[in-house]
T-cell receptor, first 113, second 115 residues
């Protein structure tokens, strides 16, 4: 699976948009971009995923560049409860590779009042 | 659904003792995963099952670790004998396979301390 690079930490003011970047320059054509987050003392939680197109759900938006070498997770109106470690993961999602997610160190997002 | 259930939530044991961690996946899910999380190594995939069959155990650290899934609603991770370096939070996760979707649901974890 392709390796990802994320900033170690980021801060965001409550109510503002949080934009979390991720570089995955070695991504291959059949690999998806997944985002998970882990709130302190809890198990990781799936947020969103995408292949080529931008995606949006009730939690966040995912913007993937046209060359697919980087992406940005956007939390449109961050709240204190969004303080967590955010993981960007690149992986296949089919065939014999299904299921293997490699979690890096992630980005520690701190939302301030 | 109650989500993924793990027990116990906390376990303290002495070095050399056998430890058994338990997991009940979400009903209907066909994949089950065991992860370990430490400050030093982060979150690591140990083993995963598809339809109760182990698919990849390459992350299992050594022979002291074993995992079973006797049926679709139950799995165990056993460490025998336990060592202090096994101290970690162990997570179980489950998912339903769909092409292009790798949405895993994690349990609350078991915090293991080996003294």
């Amino acid at each position: 699976d392709a390796k990802t690079t994320q900033p170690t930490s980021m801060d965001c003011a409550e109510g503002r948009a949080a934009n979390l970047p991720c570089n995955h320059s070695t991504i291959s054509g059949n690999e998806y971009v997944y985002w998970y987050r882990q709130i302190h003392s809890q198990g990781p939680q799936y947020i969103i995923h995408g292949l080529k197109n931008n995606e949006t759900n009730e939690m966040a938006s995912l913007i993937i560049t046209e060359d697919r070498k980087s992406s940005t997770l956007i939390l449109p109106h961050a709240t204190l409860r969004d303080t967590a470690v955010y993981y960007c993961i690149v992986a296949n999602a089919g065939g014999t590779s299904y299921g293997k997610l490699t979690f890096g160190q992630g980005t520690i997002l701190t939302v301030h009042p | 659904d109650a989500g993924v259930i793990q027990s116990p939530r906390h376990e303290v044991t002495e070095m050399g003792q056998e430890v058994t961690l338990r997991c009940k996946p979400i009903s209907g899910h066909d994949y089950l995963f065991w992860y370990r999380q430490t400050m030093m190594r982060g979150l690591e995939l140990l083993i995963y099952f598809n339809n109760n069959v182990p698919i990849d155990d390459s992350g299992m650290p050594e022979d002291r670790f074993s995992a079973k899934m006797p049926n679709a609603s139950f799995s165990t991770l056993k460490i025998q004998p336990s060592e202090p370096r096994d101290s970690a939070v162990y997570f179980c996760a489950s998912s339903l396979a769909r092409q292009g979707v790798n949405e895993q649901y994690f349990g609350p974890g078991t915090r293991l301390t080996v003294t």
